[in-house]
T-cell receptor, first 113, second 114 residues
Framework: GAGVSQSPRYKVTKRGQDVALRCDPI?????LYWYRQALGQGPEFLTY????????KSGLPNDRFSAERPEGSISTLTIQRTEQRDSAMYRC???????????FGPGTRLTVL | AQSVTQPDIHITVSEGASLELRCNYS??????LFWYVQSPGQGLQLLLK??????LVQGIKGFEAEFKRSQSSFNLRKPSVHWSDAAEYFC????????????FGPGTSLSVIP
């Protein structure tokens, strides 16, 4: 594809609901990253995949957060039982390999009421 | 633990003036260093990166950065700022034992006075 795409761009949900955020990386990119960015802050690393393997999930805040990339392409970040503190911009990035330039998607703005 | 600091939360410069944004990192080995720019409502765009070699790195939009190991710094510079440069700037370091974790600084917000 032309770039990294994310959907939905905006998501408003009620506290306690589950949400699934999708990332479609640039075709052929091996590495895929998820970040969370609070207003006025830098992106905070959540997790990272090489192909379909989740290499590092140390940044996931708690066990309500999970991510998968079953076929080594599209990835889904799932937040269960959302809480208001989960409200943030969730960004996805992909790169040819892990040390290469990361290309960021436009992000999904999640608001938990 | 690895970390990135950007001492200036907000900087205001006049159009045409020179610019330097500071970045300091904490990492034991040689890091891979990046500068990203984020315009309002936009995603992050890579300005430049340093992996090895020449410590003065040229990037897009007329930006450059210099890696100084002795000072653990990677400051971003531009000789003449344009109004369109107003944005949030993030310094980042790729670290971790497998060089796979990216740590971003808190960002510096740049305002440009016409």
């Amino acid at each position: 594809g032309a770039g990294v795409s994310q959907s939905p761009r905006y998501k408003v949900t009620k506290r306690g609901q589950d949400v699934a955020l999708r990332c479609d990386p640039i075709s052929g990119h091996v590495s895929l990253y998820w970040y969370r960015q609070a207003l006025g802050q830098g992106p905070e690393f959540l997790t990272y995949f090489n192909y379909e393997a989740q290499q590092d999930k140390s940044g996931l805040p708690n066990d309500r957060f999970s991510a998968e990339r079953p076929e080594g392409s599209i990835s889904t970040l799932t937040i269960q039982r959302t809480e208001q503190r989960d409200s943030a911009m969730y960004r996805c990035a992909s790169s040819l390999e892990k040390t290469d330039t990361q290309y960021f998607g436009p992000g999904t703005r999640l608001t938990v009421l | 633990a690895q970390s990135v600091t950007q001492p200036d939360i907000h900087i205001t410069v006049s159009e045409g003036a020179s610019l330097e944004l500071r970045c300091n990192y904490s990492y034991g080995a040689t890091p891979y260093l990046f500068w990203y720019v984020q315009s309002p409502g936009q995603g992050l765009q890579l300005l430049l990166k340093y992996f090895s070699g020449d410590t003065l790195v040229q990037g897009i939009k007329g930006f450059e950065a210099e890696f100084k190991r002795s000072q653990s710094s990677f400051n971003l510079r531009k000789p003449s700022v344009h109004w369109s440069d107003a944005a949030e700037y993030f310094c980042a370091v790729v670290a971790g034992t497998s060089y796979d974790k990216v740590i971003f600084g808190p960002g510096t917000s740049l305002s440009v006075i016409p």
